[in-house]
């Protein structure tokens, strides 16, 4: 096959995805743990950063992209992702299941060094980056971060719609990172299934701690993104970077002005859309879309109401 014709064929390994099993896969059983296993395995893209054209910019676009107030925050999430993943992977004695973390690990680094790959490129400067040490409690730190993920891809996929549709970047940039896209899909997929798989295979005196981990998580994590703007360094002459940028950025990425309404919807509709191409018997994340949907039914959309008006 020809170059474009491999990447093709990559990309939609990457994207279509079925157990080979018929039948109900019930949620905790050991089909359901290789399903959610063999998905993400079956779909890595092995696509390599180091040979990534990155497009030529104008000085218009390369002013829109090194003005984003994410870049510290992105390659420190990343590098922190990969080696709390590749922790948790250490502790597991499932063979299969230490596999498919090793690669959710694999991926997060990957992900890192197309970040770094793409500043680099562009001449973005970045505060200096911590040590990413090993965290002390394993799975804590794996939960932290697939959690997180859970919430910050949710916006993510809106963004990076409006971002392909609103040609505020060319659409050669915005297409390098599709990939980076699709594999988060595929992260948050595997790890609502790795929650309830791990739930139904403790004792049952060990499930209420399990839950309230999980509360803790997510008190947690709203804690994190309390305020709207942090600074990763100490530098004030460096750009204030934005820890809550998935939530708030549309107009940082496409010039329309949308509502908080119509952002809600092009994410549940793009969330919907990046998942749909994998098994349906598999979990599907649900707190971000189920929360979404009840802040949407008490907003209005301006243009919607402007048109049956009209």
Request: aromatic share 12%.
């Amino acid at each position: 096959m020809t170059d474009e014709a491999t990447i093709a064929a990559a990309d939609e390994t990457a994207r279509r995805w079925a157990a080979p099993d018929p039948g109900i896969i019930r949620p905790g059983s050991e089909a359901h743990k290789n399903a959610f296993c063999r998905m993400l395995l079956d779909t890595h893209n092995p696509y390599k950063p180091t040979v990534i054209d990155w497009p030529a910019l104008d000085a218009e676009a390369r002013g829109r992209l090194t003005a984003l107030p994410i870049w510290d925050i992105a390659v420190q999430t990343e590098g922190k992702a990969r080696i709390r993943v590749l922790s948790y992977a250490e502790q597991l004695a499932d063979a299969l299941l230490r596999r498919a973390v090793e690669l959710d690990a694999f991926e997060e680094g990957r992900h890192k060094e197309v970040l770094s790959r793409l500043v680099e490129a562009y001449g973005i400067r970045l505060a200096p980056e911590p040590e990413y040490h090993r965290p002390r409690y394993a799975e804590w730190a794996f939960m932290v971060t697939g959690f997180s993920e859970c919430i910050d891809s949710f916006f993510a996929f809106g963004l990076f719609a409006m971002a392909k549709t609103s040609r505020f970047f060319p659409a050669e940039l915005v297409e390098t990172f599709e990939p980076v896209m699709q594999e988060e899909a595929r992260h948050i997929l595997f790890f609502v299934n790795w929650v309830a798989w791990h739930r139904r295979n403790l004792r049952w005196w060990r499930r209420p701690w399990f839950w309230a981990r999980v509360v803790a998580v997510w008190m947690f994590l709203i804690y994190e993104r309390i305020g709207l703007a942090r600074s990763v360094g100490a530098n004030q002459e460096e750009t204030p970077q934005d820890n809550n940028f998935t939530l708030t950025g549309s107009k940082a990425v496409a010039d329309v002005d949308l509502s908080p309404a119509a952002l809600i919807d092009v994410c549940l509709m793009e969330n919907e859309r990046r998942l749909t191409g994998y098994d349906p018997r598999l979990l599907r994340p649900m707190v971000m879309p189920c929360l979404v949907r009840l802040i949407r039914r008490f907003l209005r959309d301006p243009l919607a109401s402007a048109a049956a008006v009209q």
